[in-house]
Antibody
Framework: EVQLVESGGGLVQPGGSLRLSCVAS????????VTWVRQAPGKGLEWVSI???????YYADSVEGRFTVSRDNSKNTLYLQMNSLTTEDTAVYYC?????????????????WGKGTTVTVSS | DIQMTQSPSSLSASVGDRVTITCRAS??????LAWYQQRPGKVPNLLIY???TLHSGVPSRFSGSGSGTHFTLTISSLQPEDVGSYYC?????????FGHGTKVEIK
């Protein structure tokens, strides 16, 4: 069964750093696109970042320059390094596999999501 | 960045009602749009991609339409298990963005 499991969340002070992990099962992260999405308490979904199979990475404006996504193909694991955290970064962080294809036009969608890991930024 | 505006922000309807949720993009995005459902306390689930393609296993009462800047998600006959929040999401270019969501309740 295709599965994603996040970990690494916790309580961190403003200005601090945290690294989240996302372990994939039954598919190879090296040949896949994987995205991070977060959800603040009681709020909607916010797209955070994506890593392409070729290694290119893109970020939301709200985290650009502070967050870095990477992967370790040997561990089939994705990472989200989060620096200079603020209270606005408090959220559940999900990783999700992205399926891409072409049907006249290209398409992408997130088909498998992890259960999420909670990050709380507070003093 | 392109903004996605969903309406209404919430709605309450009776079982069996037809429900329509609208998503508008601040610029044209072709058909590069997906819809997700998030039931209370659960992880989001894909409903539709490419604006109108129903994802495998999703009940046929869900349908999507639109292109350019105006998109709709329709539930033809609302069921109790459809309670939750619904989000549109554009993927025409990075950064991707979600709409702010529509909360659906049963009257």
């Amino acid at each position: 069964e295709v599965q994603l499991v996040e970990s690494g969340g916790g309580l961190v002070q403003p200005g601090g750093s945290l690294r989240l992990s996302c372990v994939a099962s039954e598919f190879n992260v090296s040949s896949s696109y994987v995205t991070w999405v977060r959800q603040a308490p009681g709020k909607g979904l916010e797209w955070v970042s994506i890593i392409y199979s070729g290694g290119f990475t893109y970020y939301a404006d709200s985290v650009e320059g502070r967050f870095t996504v990477s992967r370790d193909n040997s561990k089939n694991t994705l990472y989200l390094q989060m620096n200079s955290l603020t209270t606005e970064d408090t959220a559940v962080y999900y990783c999700a596999r992205v399926i891409r294809g072409v049907k006249i036009y290209f398409y992408y969608y997130m088909d498998v999501w992890g259960k999420g890991t909670t990050v709380t930024v507070s003093s | 960045d392109i903004q996605m505006t969903q309406s209404p922000s919430s709605l309450s309807a009776s079982v069996g009602d037809r429900v329509t949720i609208t998503c508008r993009a601040s610029q044209g995005i072709g058909n590069y749009l997906a819809w997700y459902q998030q039931r209370p306390g659960k992880v989001p689930n894909l409903l539709i991609y490419a604006a109108s393609t129903l994802h495998s296993g999703v009940p046929s009462r869900f349908s999507g339409s639109g292109s350019g800047t105006h998109f709709t998600l329709t539930i033809s006959s609302l069921q109790p298990e459809d309670v939750g929040s619904y989000y549109c999401q554009r993927y025409d270019s990075t950064p991707w963005t979600f709409g702010h969501g529509t909360k659906v309740e049963i009257k």
